[in-house]
C-alpha cells in the first residue's frame, strides 16, 4: 500500500520558521518527481514547490521564493519543505504528492499519489 505521511505542521508567529517533512512508503519514490501543495477552505490547491528525482531541480510558486526550500533524502524516501519568514497568508492545509514522471508540473490532477495534508497556520 502506498503511503505519504505528512508531519511538521502547526502553529507559529509570523517571522517563524516550520519544517515540513513526507515520509514515502509503499513504492520507491526515489524516481518520482515529488512536490508540496496547499489549500485553503473555499480555495483551489495551489502548487507550492516541486523538486526533480535526483533533487537537482528545483521550482516555486513566486510567493514563496527565497522563503522555503524543498529538498529531498531519497535513501530515506522522505521529502522536506523548510519554510522561513512565514506569513499568515501562508496559512494552509499542506499536501505532498508524487508523480511517476521525471517532470515537474503545476497541476494538481497530474499527481498520483497524495498524502492526507498537515495544518500550517502562521498567525500576525
Known amino acids: 500500500q502506498v503511503q505519504l505521511v505528512e508531519s511538521g505542521g502547526g502553529l507559529v508567529q509570523a517571522g517563524g520558521s516550520l519544517r515540513l517533512s513526507c515520509a514515502a512508503s509503499?513504492?520507491?519514490?526515489?524516481?518520482?518527481?515529488m512536490a508540496w501543495f496547499r489549500q485553503v477552505p473555499g480555495k483551489e490547491r495551489e502548487f507550492v514547490a516541486g523538486?526533480?528525482?535526483?533533487?537537482?531541480?528545483?521550482y516555486y510558486t513566486d510567493s514563496v521564493k527565497g522563503r522555503f526550500t524543498i529538498s529531498r533524502d531519497n535513501a530515506k524516501n522522505t521529502l522536506y519543505l523548510q519554510m522561513n519568514s512565514l506569513k499568515p497568508e501562508d496559512t494552509a492545509v499542506y499536501y505532498c504528492?508524487?508523480?511517476?514522471?521525471?517532470?515537474?508540473?503545476?497541476?494538481?490532477?497530474?499527481?498520483?499519489?497524495w498524502g492526507q495534508g498537515t495544518q500550517v497556520t502562521v498567525s500576525s
Open positions: 504528492a508524487a508523480r511517476d514522471t521525471i517532470v515537474v508540473v503545476r497541476t494538481p490532477t497530474l499527481y498520483d499519489y
Open positions: 509503499g513504492r520507491t519514490f526515489s524516481r518520482d518527481t
Open positions: 523538486i526533480i528525482m535526483t533533487g537537482t531541480g528545483t
